[in-house]
């Protein structure tokens, strides 16, 4: 086949119109070229040099863009379109093609970067998409997304029909040209529709997240269909038993893969991440699973995009990926493989041939139907979903951004050969057109939208989240022996871990070696699950979203030491949770095992102690029960409230919540005589009592030492005291004098909540803030 040959065809006019200026660069194309003779005969420098234009010329001109409020992908794009035939080689071919020189062994260095650079596009896509979102609004996003692909699947489908011969590649292959066409115009960007709805502040909006669950399920959609297709094209026509045969194993990969393919990922990370101690284990690890499904795919004969998709999609579930892991993979993708592909995607793109009257009006026609057949089947299924038509307008601008994805599937099919040059160029315009479009659009459109009652609280409760302590753990470690207080610990180790599926490692803390065959212990393990059973449901009840079940993992550790949790905690954990039966000695202070223990960990300490009055059962934690929080206005004494919280709801324990007088004595003077400031911190915690649906009742205490005055609160009758403390510098394990003094003579178990170990300087700096400003000066 000779694609080329209807392009010239139809590009004649076009370049008989700028003939005059070609000739003109033909004199500035010599000097060109005697300038690189030197580096002409070495494609390593040429490939060099072009991928230095592409990340330059790319990121320059998306830097430009997105301070425009448009995506910095188009900018990309663009560069490559400045680079390629569209303008250098119009204005300068000599040089166009010095340096992105049509040899067989320099073009297939950069095509390599960027065949690469589309598995990593999509690798990164399928870890940014939320299926948990999907989940939340299935029912309006398999509306819109079932009619917003079908109905501009049908037009891309009909009019590959009409094109003429000279656009496609085979003309007698119309069916397959016109899936690839279908697609084309029915996918969305969701990168795209996520940064305007980002920007928009409308995320956590109902109709933003619709519009982006939508745009994630179109996107799936896009490329199973293309998977499929390739599998057409593989056979150069439609044959019944071999398009059975692929969507089968298609369906077959997909159940495999969000089945027991799901576990095995999980598994893979999490042990590459334990067990290796060399940098970067996890992110080779993530891409040797990507290699490896991209690999399956392309064996049961589909695209190898469709296994980096899935991938990506599994490795962004996985509970043990934590956000520093993710951003690092991000960060190489985004800096080379994005700006190099979307270059040289541009680089193919020959938007002189637009000069040709008939291909121009082409084009426009193309745009015209895919942003009408997108807007209409995207309104379609939002009133089908029982949207308002000033909703269902707002999907539609949304879904009609094709952006980086457009340019992928445009890609694909011109590697393929079933689409021509010419017609690969019409496509990339219409992206760019409509992608350029959308976000003016869709703003226009959001602004138009109020809040409702319901929506607002949902809102304030996420954005309260935001800046929570427990809402950002991702990963607990209990240290705990066989004691009462090791066994409370557990539970609530259960309590925080189980509301959001945080994985949990539990080191049992035995004094012996455990018999042969076993594993942890299976008592400390249920109590474990237990709570966060009893976690996970009060938050499927309370917020209506499902919880994943937490992954937990034991083992017994003997004679357990500073060094043993330093070991365990490089592994990547947020919070370290210990118990111990004897936690203070006779005079009041921690005792040296317990001080060895902490000395381990860099991190929070969450330390379980039982009252030296007091019984030494422990409290269940029951709905007629209190939780006593003293808070001061500090960060520390916030985030021992938001953990109170996290344990009174699974069983509607309530919290009451005291403000006491900083120990520093120079605070207590700052307060006035109105108590605003201190009326102003516990309305905070009263507010965030709120969000976790725990009735909060407040007191207060200023006069006195706050030591005393917790006791004196606690003697009303308090199962359990949450407080907060911050880790004084020393080689001693000290948190304060009202920590030592609430420890010393509690009769009920207390539970500190530690910022980790801080500098004297840093201790000196918290103490100033939480002091406040002086209200005089209010």
Not at 8 to 25: D, E, M, V
Not at 148 to 165: D, S, Y
Not at 558 to 582: F, P, Q, S
């Amino acid at each position: 086949m000779n694609r080329s040959s209807g392009v010239r065809r139809l590009s004649s006019t076009a370049i008989g119109t700028g003939a005059a200026l070609l000739l003109a660069g033909q004199a500035w194309a010599a000097e060109g070229a005697a300038a690189g003779a030197a580096m002409a005969g070495s494609s390593e420098a040429a490939f060099v040099a072009e991928i230095v234009l592409l990340l330059v010329l790319g990121r320059g001109l998306g830097e430009i863009l997105q301070r425009m409020g448009q995506p910095a992908v188009m900018g990309q794009l663009i560069g490559g379109i400045v680079l390629g035939p569209s303008l250098l080689g119009w204005l300068w071919p000599s040089a166009q093609h010095f340096v992105f020189s049509g040899d067989p062994v320099q073009k297939s260095m950069i095509d390599a970067v960027s065949q690469l650079g589309v598995l990593m596009l999509l690798l990164l896509t399928g870890m940014e998409t939320d299926m948990k979102l999907v989940r939340r609004v299935r029912k309006a996003c398999i509306s819109i997304s079932a009619t917003g692909v079908a109905v501009p699947f049908a037009c891309g489908f009909v009019l590959a029909q009409f094109l003429p011969p000279e656009l496609l590649p085979e003309p007698d292959e119309r069916i397959v040209a016109g899936l690839f066409l279908g697609t084309a115009l029915s996918i969305s960007s969701v990168k795209i529709v996520a940064m305007v709805v980002r920007e928009m502040n409308f995320m956590r909006r109902d109709l933003g997240q619709v519009i982006v669950s939508s745009a994630i399920v179109e996107d799936t959609v896009g490329w199973l269909i293309i998977a499929v297709t390739f599998g057409i094209a593989t056979h150069g026509r439609v044959e019944v038993l071999p398009l059975l045969g692929t969507v089968t194993a298609v369906a077959v990969f997909m159940v495999f893969s969000f089945t027991l393919g799901r576990r095995i990922v999980f598994t893979l990370i999490r042990w590459t991440n334990d067990a290796f101690r060399s940098e970067y284990a996890v992110i080779t690890m993530i891409l040797v699973i990507m290699g490896v499904m991209s690999l399956i795919t392309d064996m049961i004969g589909v695209h190898s995009v469709l296994g980096a998709f899935v991938a990506g999609i599994l490795i962004g579930e996985s509970p043990i990926l934590s956000d520093h892991i993710e951003g690092q993979l991000r960060g190489i993708i985004t800096a080379l493989f994005m700006p190099v592909f979307f270059g040289v995607a541009g680089l193919s793109a020959d938007l002189t041939v637009l000069v040709d009257p008939s291909l121009a009006l082409l084009t426009l026609g193309l745009v015209v139907i895919a942003s009408i057949g997108k807007f209409s089947g995207a309104f379609l299924g939002g009133k089908m979903a029982g949207l308002s038509r000033k909703e269902a307008i707002a999907v539609g601008c949304g879904m009609n951004a094709r952006g980086s994805t457009e340019v992928i599937v445009a890609s694909i099919g011109l590697s393929m050969g079933l689409l021509s040059e010419t017609l690969f160029t019409m496509i990339v315009t219409m992206a760019v057109i409509t992608t350029l479009a959308m976000p003016p659009m869709l703003r226009w459109a959001l602004g138009r939208l109020p809040m409702g009652e319901l929506e607002k609280e949902r809102v304030e409760r996420e954005e309260l989240d935001q800046r929570g302590f427990v809402s950002k753990l991702q990963r607990l470690l209990l240290a705990a022996d066989d004691s009462a207080v090791g066994r409370f610990s557990a539970y609530l180790a259960g309590l925080i871990g189980g509301g959001r599926g945080m994985p949990t490692t539990f080191l049992h803390l035995a004094t012996k070696e455990p018999p042969a065959g076993a594993k942890g212990s299976p008592k400390h393990v249920e109590t474990i699950r237990e709570g966060a059973k009893a976690s996970a449901m009060a938050v499927r009840e309370g917020e209506n979203t499902p919880v994943d079940k937490v992954h937990l993992s034991s083992r017994t550790e003997v004679g357990a030491t500073g060094k043993t949790i330093a070991e365990e905690a490089r592994k990547g954990y947020d919070m370290l949770i210990v118990g111990l039966n004897n936690a203070l000695t006779a005079k009041g202070n921690f005792t040296a095992r317990l001080t060895d223990i902490a000395g381990g960990f860099d991190g929070p300490l969450c330390l379980v102690m039982k009252g030296t009055g007091g019984a030494a059962d422990m409290p269940a934690l029951r709905s007629d029960e209190t939780i006593l929080v003293p808070v001061n206005g500090t960060e520390a004494s916030r985030r021992a409230a938001e953990l109170a919280l996290a344990l009174a709801r699974p069983n509607r324990t309530r919290v009451r919540a005291l403000y006491v007088a900083h120990e520093d004595k120079s605070s207590h003077l700052l307060s006035s005589i109105s108590h605003r400031r201190e009326e102003a911190v516990l309305k905070d915690i009263a507010h965030l009592g709120e969000r976790y649906g725990v009735t909060v009742v407040t007191a207060m205490r200023v006069q006195g030492a706050a030591g005393a005055a917790i006791r004196k609160e606690a003697a009303k009758g308090v199962a359990l005291i949450v407080m907060g403390a911050t880790q004084r510098p020393g080689d001693e394990l000290f948190f304060g004098d009202t920590a030592a003094m609430v420890l010393g003579k509690s009769r009920v178990p207390v539970v500190l909540l530690t910022t980790g170990r801080v500098s004297r300087d840093d201790a000196e700096q918290e103490a100033r803030r939480s002091a406040g400003p002086d209200p005089a000066s209010e």
